[in-house]
């Protein structure tokens, strides 16, 4: 006969205890800083788009044009007449990198299901870093500016970028079971707010010096990093000898213990033993199909939902400094550093968040609370007045609000989806899973990031944040 679920649930924190080894520190550890490394590239982008979009007008507009070259070779090589057409031209290639970075996860997520996640994850990571050197170092360097260039370069670096969260997702997944996956995903997928205020950091650091400094360091860092990855990452506990996950749980507590989201009886008692992990080792199961991935349930609704999520939460992530900038007319390099105080938010809004869900077993009141208090937290900072510590405050309780949920959908729920009692039989769904759920979610900030841009120029900011309330609420 089943135990009751609060008598279940205590032995199963115990073996999230128990069954942590140094490896998993080192898992957990490997796969946060590659994942932040990333993000800090792109959030590099996102920093110095002030500084890029005087340096591609013309020179009466470009005060630091004359200092930089002769008047007639600026004049023959300026991209855009006016500031607005290289600000939208910005948003052009934000909306480009998603959309491409959209399209790679789903193929991602089915290639990291297929060959070894630390070689995908290896050489999108070092990959992208040429690419993002070549796009904001070697062309300042070089003096060339040409648009179609840009946009095949960003084309290139989402694709790549693309193999980072499927492959992360999927290791962590394959470490970490569902005992306490809230917190720990929640924790964990601080990664990406992590790395924004890496990327902050080293932008701000460098960007007087010119913003293709800014490109140089966050890309070299990146590099190394992949090489890191390359060497040192473990994808799985086999790798090392020990039992994967559900090979040595006695009447299956640990899958028992935290039934997260789309399940509505008991699992039969025969039931129990399962693991999506395969229990012999011997046999390689076979990876899950992309439309039988979208056919688990939950899957396309937290793919939805998450795309209406991310479009808010990346648009605060690529024109944040930019409103600071513009809206405020505070300096650059401090519209950087201020805008770390979302990505505060996120982090402590991803773990708490994360703990609650483990709590109630659930996640989706969670959710559902935390999106209502981000549609006043949004009408709050549309109106923050033109003070500093003030604007830092609610920008916080924003992230914590948008990026907690935000985090959770990624990372926490995704495991649980591709998790669920219809993989049976595959224990590689978790990558291909993730890969559907970010890439949707990938596909509405595309189109958001471009809505932003047309919205601001024609409307104003004010009108740019009733549009981030709708999408919240949606």
Known sequence: MALPGSLRRQPANRGLVSHCTHHHIVVFLLTFFSYSLLHASRKTFSNVKVSISSQWTPSCLNSTAPEL??????????????A??????????????????????FVSGIVGD???????????????????????????????????????LWVVNGLLQSTGWPCVVAVMGNWFGKAGRGFVFGL????????????????????????????????????????????????????????????DE?????????????????????DRNYSIQATDTDSQPKAIGFFQACCLPGVVLYSLAYACLKLVNYSFFFWLPFYLSNNFGWKEAEADQLSIWY?????????????????????????????????????????SPNSKPINAVIMA????????????ISSAISADLGRQDLV???????????????????????????????????????????????????
């Open 250 to 270: 006695d009447d299956g507590v640990e899958e028992d213990a935290n039934r997260p989201l789309m399940d509505d009886d008991d699992a039969d008692d025969d």
């Open 69 to 82: 070259r002769p008047y007639e070779l600026w004049n023959s090589s300026r991209l855009f007449p006016n």
């Open 343 to 383: 990505d505060v938010g996120g982090i402590i809004g991803g773990t708490i968040q994360g703990l609650i869900s483990d709590v109630l077993q659930k996640r989706a009141p969670v959710l559902a609370i935390s999106l209502l208090f981000a549609v006043g937290s949004l009408f709050g900072y549309s109106r």
């Open 397 to 408: 309780i924003t992230g914590f609000f948008i990026g907690g949920p935000s985090n959770m």
């Open 84 to 105: 607005e057409e290289a600000t939208l031209f910005l948003g052009t290639l934000d909306t480009i990198f998603l959309f491409s970075y959209a399209v790679g996860l």
């Open 424 to 474: 049976r039989g595959s224990s590689e769904a978790l990558a291909t899973v993730t890969g559907i759920v970010d890439g949707t979610g990938s596909i509405g900030a595309a189109v958001g990031q471009y809505l932003v841009s047309l919205i601001q120029e024609n409307l104003g900011w004010m009108w740019v944040f009733y549009f981030f309330i709708l999408m919240v609420r949606s």
């Open 114 to 152: 297929r060959l070894n996640l630390r070689w995908v994850l290896s050489f999108g990571m070092c990959s992208s870093a040429l690419v993002v050197f070549f796009f904001g170092t070697l062309t300042e360097w070089l003096h060339f500016y040409n648009k179609w260039f840009y946009c095949c």
């Open 188 to 247: 964990w997928s601080a990664c990406a707010s992590v790395g924004n205020i890496l990327g902050a950091f080293l932008a701000s650091c460098v960007l007087r010096y010119g913003y293709e400094y800014a490109f140089l360091v966050t890309a070299s860092v990146q590099f190394a990093g992949g090489v890191i990855v390359f060497f040192g990452l473990l994808t799985s506990p086999k790798e090392v000898g020990l039992p994967e996950l559900g090979a």
